[in-house]
């Protein structure tokens, strides 16, 4: 799973020698899992083909305003390409394009889109060395910097000129290693710990039986990948399930019954920020376990069962600074059962999904939730795959810290 899976990168590239080698970048961008849309200023056709790029990137490149071209003359939406844009990086920037960017010129395509941006926006100039020097690239690149762009500084060593200096654009490489980093800093969620439990728990009969329940666990691991796209460290106390994940900030600890997952949860729980309780965790045991296989004889057989520790309730009673979310699956009176949920467990949200819901619940990979919060907030949402209702659920946490 990289970290730029996903991200849609409009990829500005201006007229400078350093432009033939945004065919690497766009490359590696890719590879890296983004979505790139390349814009080129009308001078940066010297340097690279607009055919090496949209071939690369799989879309076509844009340069103008309008298409005239084209028998229905369209136009390029400056506005929509810079709205759709997860981040825009301009690579090359030239001492040109900087200055304008500055001054707020809007003579091309590029530009145009630069000052309708909402999106994080990376330059990584290229150019000579005495123009990279100059006090006027040199306060460009500064005043950048109060408009929050993000400057991916130039490299020494031989330029174009036979100079050698400072002015090179960074390598594509190291372009893409300062996104991920500087991606991975600003998330909203870096240095928050969170602790997921999610799947069944199996209750054991004797050493070949169980009692567990049809939870696929896809909810929570959903819920953990989202957090950790967001930049939690992420503690995933998973029943016996058929998901997998990977992400370097995901850490999963595999339990069989609710007793070790209690026991796991509590053992990570103090220092941890926020705790999702999306386990369907097995309210009963059996009282003892036999140690060799039941043998089958008579016509009845009865398991006396045991409460199991309700964890998440536990966790309520001693929390701290936690945001503990659990869920509630109900069949009657929904909305009353979850607030009731929410005292009786001490929660701050509860994630409700109801079984008359067609398409929520266990073994479909969609879900229609309502949230309610502590003070009984209710906002129902429609119905969504559990990734998408994953992520309103980190959007909750992430409210929670704004
Ligand atoms: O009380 P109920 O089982 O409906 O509550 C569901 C919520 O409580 C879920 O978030 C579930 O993960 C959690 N739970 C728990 N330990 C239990 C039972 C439920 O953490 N023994």
Known sequence: MSDLSGKKIVLGISGGIAAYKTASLVRLL???????????????????????LSTLSKKPVYTDFFNSSQATSTWNNHVEMALWADLLLIAPATANTLSKMVSGAADNLLLAIYLSAKCPVYVAPAMDLDMYVHPSTLRNLKVLETYQNIVIPAEKGELASGLVGEGRMAEPENILAFLRQSLAETKPLKGKKILITAGPTYEAIDPVRFIGNHSSGKMGFDTALAAAQQGAAVILVSGPTQQHI??????????????EMYEVCHSHFEDCDVFIGAAAVADYRPKTVATQKIKKSAD???????KNPDILASLGAIKKQQFLIGFALETENEIENAQLKI??????????????DAGAGFGVPTNKVTFIDREFHIEPLELKSKEAVAMDIVNKIKEHYA
């Not at 990977?246 to 069989?256: G, Q, W």
């Open 30 to 52: 890719i590879k890296a899992g983004a979505e790139v849309q390349v814009i080129m200023t009308p001078a940066s056709h010297q340097f690279v083909t607009s055919f090496t």
């Open 246 to 259: 990977e992400h370097p900030l995901v850490t999963t600890i595999s339990v069989f019954s609710a007793q």
């Open 300 to 306: 009845d057989f009865v398991i006396e069962l045991e």
């Open 343 to 356: 005292r009786k467990k001490n929660l701050d949200l509860i994630v409700l999904n109801s079984l008359n």
